[in-house]
């Protein structure tokens, strides 16, 4: 069964950096989109940013306006998620998630066949 794990989240001040990965148990892994979401304390689940199989496109949320960046290693099975110039409204559980092959648009949770268990990203002010 393929599986999504998430890592390198932590605790950072304001204005720090974080960069989390997701590595995929399937070899299958480079013929898929794959996206971050996050989720905030009483927050619904958001969308983050998706890159495209060959990693030729991506799409961000508007609050990341310039501070994160997607990238991906298909040789690693692994999306990588670079955050700088974090806030403290950018505290939540980051999940990386599989773009359903058949969906048609990437900004909904629904559009998405597989989470990851999430990591848990803090900012202090």
Request: aromatic share 14%; glycine share 12%.
């Amino acid at each position: 069964q393929v599986q999504l794990v998430e890592s390198g989240g932590g605790l950072v001040q304001a204005g720090g950096s974080l960069r989390l990965s997701c590595t995929a148990s399937a070899r299958t892994f480079s013929m898929y989109n794959m996206g971050w979401f996050r989720q905030g304390p009483g927050k619904e689940r958001e969308f983050v940013a998706v890159i495209s199989w060959s990693g030729g496109m991506t799409y961000y949320g508007d609050f990341v306006k310039g501070r994160f960046t997607i990238s991906r290693e298909n040789a690693k099975n692994t999306v990588y998620l670079q955050m700088n110039n974090l806030r403290p409204e950018d505290t939540a559980i980051y999940y990386c998630a599989k773009h359903g092959i058949h969906s048609a648009s990437y900004f909904s949770t629904d559009e998405y066949d597989l989470w990851g268990q999430g990591t848990q990203v803090t900012v202090s002010s």
